[in-house]
Structure formats: structure tokens, C-alpha cells
């Protein structure tokens, strides 16, 4: 199993970002995905979650309305889109795949937000 995540992040205030996080080693439309992320000195909290087929998602208080997961099951891959950032948005960001048991966690990519 592989989750692999591609995106540069280093943003001014309100700015955006997009992350995309691919999959390998398993069957990926057959399972929900999401995002969590950690600030330092915080624990790992769920940003963003979305069902197998796409169809429903869940967006954590702090970031609805600005944060948007996707995902797009024949290129096995999971999109984060952050639009209007905040400092308190700077974090190590990991995408999760729900396998069966633990689950699975692809490398965190770190996201600043700062002036």
C-alpha cells in the first residue's frame, strides 16, 4: 500500500492550495479516504473525509466553506483544495486511506500560511 502526496506548501493569507494524494496496492474506490493535519504542539485532527464513491463528504467545522476533498476513483487518487488559508491552517497535512484495521497514512507534507 501507497499514498503518495504531491503539492508545494508555502501561502500568503487567504491564498489557496491543492494537494493531490495517490494511491497504490489496493483496491482505492472500494474505500473512504481523508485528510487530517497537525499543527505543532497539537493532535492529528480530521480535515476532511469522503465516502467510497464520492458521493458524500464531511468537512471539520474549522474548514467548511473553504476546504473541498475530492477524489477521482479511476486515477486512484484524492484531492484537498484550500481556498481562502488562514495561519492557524499551517499543519503536516496526511491523507488516510480506511483500510481494514489501522487504516493506512501517506506522508505528511507541511503547509504554511504566513505573511
Known amino acids: 500500500v501507497r499514498l503518495v502526496v504531491s503539492g508545494v506548501g508555502v501561502v500568503q493569507p487567504a491564498g489557496s492550495l491543492r494537494f493531490a494524494c495517490t494511491s497504490s496496492?489496493?483496491?482505492?474506490?472500494?474505500?473512504?479516504i481523508s485528510w487530517h493535519r497537525q499543527a505543532p504542539w497539537k493532535e492529528r485532527e480530521i480535515v476532511a473525509h469522503?465516502?467510497?464513491?464520492?458521493?458524500?463528504?464531511m468537512n471539520a467545522d474549522s474548514v467548511k466553506g473553504r476546504f473541498t476533498i475530492s477524489r477521482d476513483n479511476r486515477k486512484k487518487t484524492m484531492y484537498l483544495e484550500m481556498n481562502n488559508l488562514k495561519p492557524e491552517d499551517t499543519a503536516v497535512y496526511y491523507c488516510?486511506?480506511?483500510?481494514?484495521?489501522?487504516?493506512?497514512w501517506g506522508q505528511g507534507t507541511q503547509v504554511n500560511v504566513s505573511s
Open positions: 496496492g489496493f483496491t482505492f474506490r472500494n474505500y473512504a
Open positions: 469522503i465516502i467510497n464513491t464520492g458521493s458524500k463528504t
Open positions: 488516510f486511506a480506511r483500510l481494514p484495521g489501522p487504516g493506512y
